[in-house]
């Protein structure tokens, strides 16, 4: 009797630790599923880099009048 | 600001314990999934609070995005009327000034974003602060970066021999005058600025300038519904004129005003009611020409003269002690103030006719 309360007490801190393992691995992959808004946007570097390749696409596009004089 | 801070999110947004928990997707759309930028920001908003807010802003804050559809901020409603006064009462002539006010002046409005979270995009947009929401807008990013040849340069005395306003040596900012209750609206459709109830008025602070013990008691008195505030404490301010409206070579829209000069001129009251029954006011020269449209089509305003182009206005560079308060004299008997036939140019004296001041209603010298 002794032995299966053993055996039973073994596999309940196996099971337990095999949920704590998972549910831990689930929380990181959560926070691995990053939200790319909020990662680049926050992100000087990523930023300076995509305006750059925004602003290289559009040279030589104006996109103002040079033509507007005067105070508005 | 360079390129990148204008769309810079400051990481302490996420702790911003009333906005923090939404995800950007839930007001922008796009997809935080894609790390492809250029695919994530497909059906991308902007400004998620313009032209409805309901679904975003209003969400929360419903008791004022519920009046959002007649701010004047967002509508620019009273330009759309005086431009549609003058119109030339056919279809035609309506169609072509609708559309080139959309292209022209339309862009110039406001949002709950373009004030709170963004610069307005009339100025060119970017982030303030990083999104972070700011309760009160910046006032010289956010409020003189639209209201800027006259106002700022009237507040921060930036015209040149002419001070700052005395409120702005007070350190005030536009919103202690200007409150949010005012600038949010209250729903109702205002024909122009000068109705809306709740906007300021110099007596909301300066209560005492009747009472008995008050420095200057008679001369208010004495004026009292006679002359507006301005007429005796505001500097000289800015007017300008002719502005003409069309698209360059490339399609570009552009605008171009024919200069602008300091004045300053008292003429009759044109919004003269119960609520504001002075006789004489500052009056400021707006830059709409009988032409603005000719571009688009000829002769679109044929009933500029419905509408005088010297209008009322309250200058923003109010001081004490101003050269035509110094003595009586400094203004009666001084023709030179006053709006008269002779400063009107030509093209203008049928639309001016019901402000310009009569030679018998310029008040005469008291020998003072």
Known sequence: MKIVKYVMCIALALSLSVFLVYQGRTVSSAEEGENHCFSCHTNPRKLIQITREIAKAQEGKATKSSETSGEG | ?368
């Open chain 2, 1 to 368: 600001m360079a390129p990148h801070e204008r769309i810079f999110v400051d990481s302490e947004f996420a702790e911003d314990e009333n906005h923090g928990a939404l995800s950007c997707e839930e007001c922008h759309g796009g997809n935080p999934d894609d790390p492809n930028w250029k695919t994530a920001h497909e059906g991308v908003v902007k400004d998620p609070s313009y032209p409805d807010p309901s679904e975003t802003c209003g969400a929360c804050h419903d008791d004022i995005a519920e009046n959002y559809q007649h701010n004047l901020h967002v509508t620019l409603g009273p330009y759309e009327k005086v431009i549609n006064k003058r119109t030339t009462p056919v279809k035609a002539a309506h169609a072509k000034v609708d559309a080139a006010m959309e292209i022209h002046c339309s862009s110039c409005h406001s949002s709950c974003g373009q004030c709170h979270v963004s610069r307005p995009n009339a100025v060119g947009g970017g982030l303030l602060e990083g999104h972070l929401i700011m309760k009160r807008a910046p006032m010289q990013l956010v409020c003189t970066a639209c209201h800027g040849s006259r106002i700022e340069k009237e507040y921060f005395g930036k015209n040149e021999g002419i001070p700052p306003d005395v409120h702005k040596q007070k350190y005030f900012k536009c919103n202690k005058c200007h409150t949010a209750e005012e600038m949010h609206g209250d729903g109702k459709e205002y024909a122009n600025r000068y109705e809306v109830e709740n906007r300021p008025r110099c007596t909301d602070c300066h209560k005492d300038i009747y009472g008995m013990d008050a420095e200057n008691a008679k001369t208010h008195w004495v004026h009292k519904d006679q002359v507006s505030c301005q007429v005796c404490h505001s500097m000289p301010y800015k007017n300008c004129y002719s502005c003409h409206v069309g698209k360059d070579k490339q399609g570009l829209p552009y605008y171009k005003t024919k200069g602008s000069e300091i004045n300053f001129k008292v003429g009759l009251n044109p919004l003269q009611s119960e609520d504001r029954p002075e006789r004489f006011v500052t009056l400021r020269h707006v830059p709409v020409d009988p032409g603005t449209f000719d571009y688009y089509m000829k002769d679109a305003l044929g009933n500029f003269d419905a509408l005088p182009t010297w209008k009322l206005t309250t200058p923003h560079n109010i001081r004490r002690k101003t050269p035509q308060n110094s003595t009586c004299d400094a203004c009666h008997g001084n023709e030179a103030l006053f709006l008269r036939e002779v400063d009107v140019k030509p093209e203008y004296k049928k639309a001016n006719k019901d402000v310009v001041v009569p030679p018998d209603l310029i008040p005469g010298k008291r020998g003072g």
